[in-house]
């Protein structure tokens, strides 16, 4: 088939899934609490900055309301599953996740006897140093509503798509040992197939080997084993947590050693995995940190878009997260001791125990204390917080 045809195939996919949406007779929506991560939002993008109704790039955090379209006659997986919102495609499940969900779909469609419908939201715009920032989509599902049981993603999952001829480098690095005396891929073949051993040799490895290419190799195996062994002894997991802060404290240089060989960056998997991890446990704080880690590794050096454009949709899931958490409370106003010998005047709390140039004040929305210098002039009636709020 030519690239025409298979063009014109795409296209003819989109335009069924569509009209299945417009004469499609109702939506039964389900929830859960499990991101369901939705990809190749990159060919939808006006569509999703005409359903968000934004700019480009304006800051995006978009409810939404999305159906699930199974696509059995497509010509690229017979598994395929739409995401449409608004009767637009705004991107697939991927190819890993749809073949898992869809005999699952196709049940719940036959005994609702409708479509099935998530609650999710769009993120990302925003401007960035290489201009502005791509939309993304996630959904929000229980997976035991499909018959799937909840998994955790780690290592040796899906592969990331893309058009880049280098991955994680491993092989292009394995290519040109031989000619190339700063590191040495010998060891892996020496690995032993059982995990127990095979880790405690890579340990030995990297307690001894100094070039950051084989330290690199080194980690990233060590990794993915300590996940593999995940289920067979407790503290596997935070085995591998430890090696993975191992193995960014020496990132810098290990990128550095790259740029030298191949002038680009190769697929970092540490910063994906660590991000889905700490997204699985909804910490979203440290799914921040490890997904803006890895993005400032890549700079403009990456290998593969794929992998700036999966931690970019991952940073923007996390802030979207940490934006709608609720703020925490004030804690309760410290009330004066018994004894003082006189009642503070309205609006100040005690200070016998503040400093001399300090004087706390009491707020007079929600009663929390707060402290500020104390210098002449007309009181603050509002906390920092309150007056954030008001302004």
């Not at 009767?87 to 609702?112: F, K, P």
């Not at 939309?135 to 058009?163: A, C, I, K, N, Y």
Request: charge should be negative; hydrophobic fraction near 40%.
């Amino acid at each position: 088939m030519g690239l025409m045809d298979r063009l014109r195939s795409r296209a003819a996919s989109r335009e069924a899934t569509r009209a299945q949406m417009v004469t499609a007779p109702r939506v039964h929506l389900l929830d859960g609490d499990d991101d369901l991560e939705v990809v190749g939002e990159i060919n939808y993008q006006a569509a999703l900055w005409a359903i968000c109704g934004g700019r480009l790039g304006q800051r995006v955090r978009y409810p939404i309301g999305a159906v699930l379209v199974p696509e059995p006659h497509n010509i690229y997986d017979s598994n395929a599953i739409a995401v449409a919102v608004e009767g637009n495609v705004v991107g697939y499940l991927d190819r890993q996740t749809a073949a898992l969900y869809v005999e699952g779909l196709h049940e719940l469609m036959a005994s609702s006897g409708a479509y099935i419908g998530l609650q999710g939201v769009i993120v990302g715009g925003g401007y960035y140093d290489d201009g502005p920032g791509r939309l993304g989509v996630w959904l929000e599902h229980d997976p035991r509503d499909f018959g799937v049981r909840r998994m955790s993603q780690g290592l040796g999952g899906r592969p990331l798509p893309g058009t880049g001829t280098m991955r994680t480098g491993f092989s292009e690095a394995w290519l040109t040992d031989a000619e190339d005396d700063s590191y040495d891929l010998s060891w892996f073949n020496e690995l032993p197939e059982a995990d127990r051993p095979a880790i405690a040799m890579l340990r030995g490895l990297l307690a001894a080997d100094p070039d950051p290419i084989d330290r690199h190799f080194q980690f990233a195996e060590l990794e993915a084993r300590l996940y593999r062994c995940r289920d067979l002894y407790d503290s596997a997991l935070d085995e591998f947590d430890d090696a993975c802060r191992r193995h960014d404290a020496e990132m810098e240089t290990i990128c550095q050693a790259f740029m030298a060989k191949w002038s680009s960056v190769p697929l970092l998997e540490t910063y994906r995995q660590m991000a889905i991890r700490q997204q699985k446990k909804k910490d979203w704080d440290a799914c921040l940190w490890w997904a803006e880690r890895g993005l400032a590794l890549y700079g403009n050096a990456a290998a593969r878009g794929d992998a700036v454009e999966d931690l970019l949709k991952r940073r923007n899931r996390a802030r979207q997260k940490l934006e709608a958490a609720p703020a925490p409370k004030h804690r309760p106003p410290v009330q004066p001791p018994p004894e003082a010998a006189s009642t503070p005047a309205a609006g100040v709390a005690s200070t016998a125990h503040a400093p001399a140039n300090v004087e706390i004040l009491i707020c007079g929305r929600c009663s929390a204390d707060f402290e500020r210098l104390r210098v002449r002039g007309r009181k603050p009636q509002l906390c920092p917080a309150c007056r954030v709020v008001s302004e």
